[in-house]
């Protein structure tokens, strides 16, 4: 009589939950869908690099500047839901693809573009081809990992700080050495580059699992405040996400103020980007262990802390505290979106994830031309930067009316 073996014991991207064939094309896909979170997630920080440049070049006030990203974030934003039909019709490998080839043609075109006019519908072709990658990666990753998805998203949200932490530094450097077009060419050029690697590398996504399926799979529950607690949790990201271009828009003007140049700033926003990237890794596990409600408490009244000490600060000390800034700054998304698939209703994953994408994403876009923009033009860099950190900190009650429907130790109770 022929005996199985025992299976042996898993390891950290092969769970129990995962076949031992289908965890190889998990660790796959994560690593694809990674590269690729890097790369959009560095051409939405070069802008904050660039605004001086072009604040320079065409003589914008802080209320065109906020338009400018709010062009390129906008139509991310907007065109999520689209994607994700999209990819319903044709594969989220061939969008994911096709999105990554025209984020890349957007900054070419941006480099070639002759005036503001061009340059403003090339970052919007820019974010619109950005607008693939969020929702449909984090679906491919909740499928790829079933129950056991969590861990892989915190994974995917921090390879997006890598790409944070390497392109605006680098373009930073470029642009003391060089014009800003032919900088983009060089960014675009990589684009292409990872739109190949998406193309070739990226396993077919197996065909949309049934209602029930999803539901069981992301460990989502069908109950009578899951639609609120979604709600809730999207108003949540709408804030948190605000509050980040809100301050970074304004830091590379409050650092010149203190006396640093291009390449500086450049290096400022590695060291958030840095700090942030541990911020994701770190709360997105952490978020299981001491449940969600404690850790966005902790990150947002942290981050309100931080933005008060860079205004207050001078240069170096303010360069010190950049690090910490970002691991707060960032350390409530890997919480979030670890947090979709758990509420999402009717376990619908995909429409869920677009939806939280897009009005956080949207909400962004839309507040930091129309309030936080006019009110640099009004109190200066310093107080809008002020206004940022009150945004963090009116997370806090609408964390806590949610911590109720996130369940015992999402909510941050221990069991006992």
Not at 94 to 120: E, F, I, K, P, R
Not at 331 to 356: C, K, M, N, W
Request: glycine share 14%; charged share 10%; proline share 8%.
């Amino acid at each position: 009589m022929l005996t199985r073996p025992p299976p042996s014991p898993a390891g950290p991207l092969d769970p129990p939950a995962i076949p031992r064939a289908a965890a190889g094309e998990a660790r796959r896909s994560l690593a694809v869908v990674g590269l690729n979170h890097a790369l959009h997630d560095g051409y939405t920080d070069m802008i904050f690099v660039l605004l001086p440049v072009w604040q320079a070049e065409f003589g914008l006030g802080y209320i065109a500047l906020a338009v400018l990203r709010s062009l390129y974030v906008g139509a991310l934003a907007g065109l999520q839901m689209p994607a994700t039909a999209l990819a319903r019709r044709f594969g989220a490998r061939a969008v994911l693809t096709l999105g990554t080839l025209l984020g890349a043609g957007g900054y070419g075109l941006a480099g070639a573009s002759g005036g503001l006019t061009g340059l403003c519908i090339a970052l919007a072709l820019s974010g619109a081809g950005s607008s693939t990658q969020h929702p449909l990666a984090s679906a491919v990753i909740a499928r790829a990992y079933g129950s056991a998805a969590r861990g892989p998203l915190g994974t995917y949200n921090f390879t997006g700080d890598l790409g944070k932490a390497t392109l605006p530094p680098l373009v930073g450097f470029l642009l003391a050495r060089a014009d800003w077009r032919p900088v983009l060419w060089l960014m675009a050029g990589g684009g292409v580059a990872v739109a190949l690697a998406v193309a070739f590398l990226l396993p077919r996504a197996p065909a949309p699992p049934t209602r029930r399926r999803a539901v069981a799979g992301a460990g989502g529950t069908e109950h009578p405040t899951g639609r609120t607690g979604f709600g809730l949790l999207v108003a949540i990201g709408m804030l948190d996400n605000a509050a980040r271009p809100a301050f970074l828009i304004y830091l590379p003007f409050l650092l010149q103020g203190k006396g640093a140049g291009l390449s500086l700033v450049g290096i400022a926003f590695a060291l958030v980007a840095i700090g942030g990237a541990l911020g994701k890794a770190a709360f997105g596990r952490l978020g299981e262990r001491i449940g969600v409600t404690r850790c966005v408490i902790a990150t947002e009244v942290g981050t309100a802390a931080a933005i008060l000490a860079v205004v207050a600060l001078p240069l170096t000390p303010a360069l010190a505290v950049l690090p910490l800034l970002g691991l707060m700054l960032n350390g409530t998304s890997s919480v979030l979106y670890g947090t979709v698939p758990d509420l999402a209703p009717h376990g619908q994953i995909e429409r869920a994830f677009a939806v939280f994408y897009t009005y956080t994403l949207g909400g962004s876009a839309l507040a930091t031309p129309l309030l936080y923009g006019p009110l640099g033009d009004v109190v200066g860099p310093g107080g809008a930067a002020v206004a940022a950190a009150v945004t963090a900190l009116a997370v806090v009650p609408l964390i806590l009316a949610l911590s109720p429907r996130l369940g015992g130790r999402a909510a941050g109770r221990r069991d006992g």
